[in-house]
């Protein structure tokens, strides 16, 4: 059974910086692509960061371009976000995501982890 | 900036069918687009529904239907149900890996 589990979010002052994990179990997590996104209260859902699944490939959301890092460590089944620079408008729930790369689908989700950045 | 549009809300009743499009600001959506959808519920994760246009994610009911009409990407639910009340996300592949969500649709059961 597919599990992932976000994990590292809490509270942080705007221009601080904050590391999300996502532990994946019940599939091969090095043999797949895999993403991050974010959706802020009430709000509908954005599209991040994805990472190919042996780290070559990595893409950012504009919004996000040059202040987040997405990272990947297959020996420990575990995807990241480092995320520099934060931003009020950051303060979102995170999800971390499989992703399909050969039909470009969001297939199994976590949970998320909510991310607080206020003064 | 690429703009994908989705109906803020709609509503069915019990039973009935509806029909949620998803549409591009500056294009007519393709196949090429990959359409996905996806189902969230206040509270949780998005589940996955439909995609690649057309093909039901594992264990989505088959009165989940995607398709392209028109110019949009469709989402069809027949014979809505009580539980089907949640919002509704479209999402378009742009290629070199990047996916731009639509806004939701709000779908009210009543």
């Known amino acids: 059974q597919v599990q992932l589990v976000e994990s590292g979010g809490g509270l942080v002052k705007p221009g601080g910086s904050l590391r999300l994990s996502c532990a994946a179990s019940?599939?091969?997590?090095?043999?797949?692509?895999m993403s991050w996104l974010r959706q802020a209260p009430g709000e509908g859902l954005e599209w991040v960061s994805y990472?190919?699944?042996?780290?070559?490939?990595?893409d950012y959301a504009d919004s996000v371009k040059g202040r987040f890092t997405i990272s990947r460590d297959n020996a420990k089944n575990s995807l990241y976000l480092q995320m520099d620079s934060l931003r009020v408008e950051d303060a979102t729930v995170y999800y971390c995501a499989t992703y399909n790369w050969n039909y470009k689908y969001f297939d199994y989700w976590g949970q998320g982890t909510l991310v607080t950045v206020s003064s | 900036q690429t703009v994908v549009t989705q109906e803020p809300s709609f509503s069915v009743s019990p039973g009935g069918t509806v029909t949620l499009t998803c549409g591009l600001s500056?294009?007519?959506?393709?196949?090429?687009?990959?359409p996905s959808w996806y189902q969230q519920t206040p509270g949780q994760a998005p589940r996955t529904l439909i995609y690649?246009?057309?093909t039901r994610s594992s264990g989505v009911p088959d009165r989940f239907s995607g398709s392209i009409l028109g110019n949009k990407a469709a989402l069809t639910i027949t014979g809505a149900q009580a539980d089907d009340e949640s919002d509704y996300y479209c999402v378009l592949y742009m290629g070199s890996g990047i996916s731009v969500f639509g806004g939701g649709t709000k779908l009210t059961v009543l």
């Open positions: 990472i190919s699944s042996g780290s070559s490939y990595t």
């Open positions: 019940g599939f091969t997590f090095s043999g797949y692509y």
């Open positions: 690649s246009t057309n």
């Open positions: 500056s294009d007519s959506v393709s196949t090429s687009y990959y």
